[in-house]
């Protein structure tokens, strides 16, 4: 009904995030990395998404996101209603996410968890 666009391959992701007001990641097949959840956090888009796989490690239910059982349609759209109708939900959604992200999923953050690992062995 006009809601939804299926783009295809995209090369503008930061200006399709900027111009979400959600992003919902509705997976019903757990991911081992979701990585369109992180993009969305560091691009300071609230996320709604499925409680599996690898999301469950990126998304803390309430703080850096909200987090529905894969395939439940009505906790989706409780959910989803919740955001668009909460602001201050919306915000801490977004400012947690973001906050998470930027912690977690950055380059600085990655070497220097690699960093952490390799020093010790390599002396």
């Keep these: 009904a006009g809601r939804t666009w299926v783009l295809g391959a995209r ?3 930061p200006a399709l995030m900027a111009a979400c007001d959600v992003v919902v990641h509705s997976s019903v097949l757990p991911e081992p990395f979701g990585r369109v959840v992180v993009e969305a956090q560091l691009a ?3 996320v709604i998404a ?7 490690e990126i ?7 909200l987090l529905t059982p894969p395939g439940d349609v009505g906790a989706l759209r409780a959910a989803i209603s919740r955001v668009q109708n909460d602001p201050a939900l919306r915000e801490r959604l977004r400012d947690g996410g ?3 992200a930027r912690a977690r999923f950055t380059t600085a953050s990655l070497f220097g968890a690699v960093d952490a690992v390799l020093a ?3 002396g």
């Design 120 to 122: 010790p062995l390599i």
């Design 11 to 13: 090369h503008d992701i």
């Design 50 to 56: 499925a409680d599996a796989g690898g999301v469950r």
């Design 59 to 65: 998304v803390e239910d309430g703080v850096s996101g």
């Design 44 to 46: 300071g888009r609230p």
């Design 98 to 100: 973001q906050r998470s």
